[in-house]
């Protein structure tokens, strides 16, 4: 079993729509839970971070977490085709260390 | 410029050359990692050198993989004899562990391929 799990789509869904992305993992160590989109040709750019249990908006996303189920989630609320990418879910024990990323879920928003 | 650079973008070698691959790292910023992302798969990590030391190098895959940093900024992954398992992006990023949170800022890549 991967120490991160998500899976890699593709998702296609219509202009509008709400979009659920999710993880799993295995390592209940885990405190320190980021959410990366990644354009195609691009590298990685960090959209959320958030601390432990709990819930974070920012604009059209939210993303949740919830460590007693080992599952985090973000949400894309009025989902534009710029959404559009590959969306990293990553993962550490420490703030300072190094994080785990998962497969990524590639994205397509359609017009 | 204010991001993290990598160069060559993109990169054609045959197998068995040895290639070089370099990142240009946000100034400032005391940690480096290397990533590795093969089609449909995701980060795979290489190498976190905080200044130029490198206290986790687990995710080398082999010996023919090195890196270094110098002067806690530039840092060269190289890979010898390469192979054509080899091809992938390769991904820089870099981060300030000290500051309120540990993102890594990402450079664009280097697109390897091993013919």
């Known amino acids: 079993q991967k120490e991160v799990e998500q899976d890699p789509g593709p998702l296609s869904v219509p202009e509008g729509a709400i979009v659920s992305l999710n993880c799993t993992y295995s390592?209940?160590?885990?405190?320190?839970f980021m959410w990366y989109r990644q354009y195609s040709r691009k590298g990685p750019e960090l959209l959320m971070y958030t601390y432990s249990s709990g819930n974070k908006e920012d604009g059209r996303f939210t993303a949740q977490v919830d460590k007693s189920s080992k599952y985090i989630s973000l949400f894309i609320r009025d989902s534009q085709p710029s959404d559009s990418a590959t969306y990293l879910c990553?993962?550490?024990?420490?703030?300072?260390?190094?994080?785990?990323f998962g497969p990524g879920t590639r994205l397509s928003v359609l017009p | 410029g204010a991001g993290v650079s990598q160069s060559p973008s993109n990169k054609v070698t045959e197998k068995g050359k040895d290639v070089e691959l370099r990142c240009d790292p946000i100034s400032g910023h005391t940690a480096l990692y290397w990533y590795r992302q093969s089609l449909g798969q995701g980060l795979e990590f290489l190498i976190y050198f905080q200044g130029n030391s490198a206290p986790d190098k687990s995710g080398l895959p082999s010996d023919r993989f090195s890196a270094e940093r110098t002067g806690g900024s530039v840092s060269t992954l190289t890979i010898q004899r390469t192979q054509q398992e080899d091809s992938a992006v390769y991904l820089c990023?870099?981060?300030?562990?000290?500051?309120?949170?540990?993102?890594?800022?990402f450079g664009p890549g280097t697109r390897l391929t091993v013919l």
């Open positions: 390592n209940s160590a885990f405190q320190y």
């Open positions: 990553a993962m550490s024990p420490n703030r300072g260390q190094n994080f785990v």
């Open positions: 990023a870099s981060s300030f562990p000290l500051g309120s949170y540990n993102e890594q800022f």
